[in-house]
């Protein structure tokens, strides 16, 4: 199909020995949020570093577009950095620009509008590490709209944000969605999952991929974290203990 | 003007100080931000097998530390760059080899008495004319770098995985990086020797980072206060007949206590008082 941003073909991919994740098979189209399932070691930061072209596939093909936004946990960010809001934005222009041109006025005009995309229009100049652990995440993901970049790779974005925090993230990633972006989310968050458009659960290989009706099934989930998975006694939904599940959508 | 300034070493040894100030002032604040403290000290300590070497070959010192510290920052480079070492493991290993190769040039193969004592702690009130021209040309390519490169190293001290997905390669920025740290260090070994340059290239970025909190604006502060705490320590330097290196060095270790001090006590009197 011609619409695809992404498209991934029995992807195997390691760190030099026996590949840590392999069988990989899915397409991102735009519009689509994609929860990407699995336990911790069960590959999904492999995945996301050979779709960024950290690792070369030791098998498969990877079509990508030529920029590839992403948004880490903000915990890997220096937050002791002398940077405002507006500078990590500005980072965006990085992959636009040649080296040696500086950001422009028209350059630093999108950074602005990027972060009052995201909500904070008012916190353009304040201190990165002086923000909520929400409003950086935010930062992150304006830095991601200045690049420009048809596809974001989400790396847990609603770990430590509260219910307020994790609303506004949502309807942020909706909107990012409907602007033809495609969105890889990282989560734990069965529930979530539900929400979103396709999921695709993995566990050293992919299990499966997606609508949620089809995909997050009990016997699917039970492959994809094995005896991690608690099942709840009403019908057919499962949560995972000791993972960071907030009451996001609950009330 | 003090007395001690109507003499001509003396306002040599200022021009110096303002020359050096623009590189290591402003590398400083990168040193510090990209956590490379260890490497710039280390870097102008194994420059002795290089001096040894000129010593003993009879060509150039300044050719000689210029060389090794350029040899050091590759080796830095290139470990740091295949593992997954950071820099202060790399930095240890590259300075090690660098020593060992140096006591064993001066011990055994040249039997050098060579002036270690002027390469450890400086001399700066017998600046020659080079000693300027190195310094001033480190002060312009650090200045030419630090515009060009500057958003690179923000970026990939910040996040370096991030930086690599943005498109900021890393590896050619930071080498020029520690490229540049180590031209400085040797264009500081003359006035204020190898074990004392962290007291340009660290000290005073550490202490002005303790009250700025923007970039250019810590640069800025940090240029001003090597000048200042440079000129104030040689004018203590002559008055008192103590080496101006290692008074520099003094007046930067007390200006940075005195700074943490008064921050200390301003952030403990505003939760004091909220």
């Known amino acids: ?251 | 003007m003090p007395a001690p300034f109507d003499l001509p070493f003396v306002q040599r040894a200022v021009v110096e100080i303002v020359l050096l100030a623009v590189g290591s002032g402003i590398l400083g604040t990168w040193i510090v931000l990209r956590g490379l403290s260890f490497y710039a000290h280390a870097v102008g300590t194994a420059a002795f097998p290089g001096l040894v070497l000129a010593d003993g070959l009879g060509f150039s010192p300044l050719l000689g530390a210029l060389a090794t510290a350029g040899l050091v920052a590759i080796g830095v480079t290139a470990i740091a760059a295949r593992g997954r070492a950071e820099y202060d493991s790399a930095t240890a290993l590259v300075l090690v080899g660098a020593l060992a190769a140096g006591v064993i040039l001066a011990s055994d193969v040249f039997h050098s008495q060579a002036s270690v004592e002027r390469m450890l702690f400086g001399s700066l009130l017998v600046i020659g004319s080079t000693d300027q021209v190195v310094a001033a040309a480190v002060g312009v390519a650090v200045l030419l770098a630090g515009a060009l490169l500057g958003r690179r190293w923000l970026a990939a001290g910040f996040d370096r995985d991030s930086a690599r997905a943005l498109g900021a390669r890393s590896a050619l920025p930071d080498f020029v990086l520690l490229a540049l740290v180590a031209a400085c260090a040797v264009a500081a070994l003359d006035a204020i020797g190898a074990l004392l340059s962290t007291a340009l290239l660290v000290v005073p970025a550490a202490t002005t980072r303790l009250v700025v909190d923007r970039l250019r604006p810590w640069q800025a502060a940090t240029v001003a206060l090597v000048l200042v705490e440079g000129v104030a320590g040689l004018w203590i330097s002559v008055e008192v007949n103590a080496p101006p290196g290692a008074t520099i060095a003094v007046v930067g270790g007390a200006v940075f206590a005195a700074t943490a001090l008064a921050r200390g006590a301003h952030l403990r009197l505003g939760t004091a008082t909220s």
């Open chain 1, 1 to 251: 199909m011609t619409d695809a941003l992404l498209e991934v073909a029995d992807l195997a991919a390691g760190y030099g020995g026996e590949p840590v994740l392999r069988d990989v098979a899915f397409t991102a189209r735009p519009g689509q949020r994609i929860a990407v399932l699995g336990p911790n070691g069960g590959g999904k930061t492999t995945l996301f570093r050979a779709l960024l072209g950290e690792l070369t596939p030791s098998a498969g093909t990877l079509e990508r577009p030529a920029r590839i936004g992403v948004v880490p946990q903000t915990e890997r960010s220096r937050l002791d950095f002398p940077v405002s809001a507006l500078d990590v934005a500005l980072m965006g222009t990085l992959s636009t620009l040649p080296w040696w041109r500086r950001p422009s006025r028209a350059d630093r005009a999108r950074a602005r509008q990027a972060l009052a995309d995201v909500g904070l229009a008012e916190r353009v100049d304040a201190t990165f590490g002086d923000l909520s652990g929400g409003q950086r995440q935010r930062v992150l993901v304006a830095r991601a709209l200045v690049q420009d970049a048809p596809v974001l790779l989400l790396d847990e974005p609603y770990v430590g944000l509260d219910t307020p925090s994790a609303a506004l993230l949502d309807r942020l990633l909706l909107d990012l969605a409907a602007s033809g972006r495609a969105l890889l989310i990282a989560t734990h968050d069965v529930e979530q999952a539900r929400d979103w458009e396709r999921v695709l659960c993995l566990n050293r290989r992919q299990i499966a991929f997606g609508a949620p009706d089809d995909v997050l099934t009990r016997e699917t989930l039970a492959l994809t974290y094995g005896t991690e998975l608690v099942e709840l006694p009403a019908g057919d939904r499962c949560v995972l203990p000791g993972h960071h599940a907030h009451d996001h959508g609950a009330a």
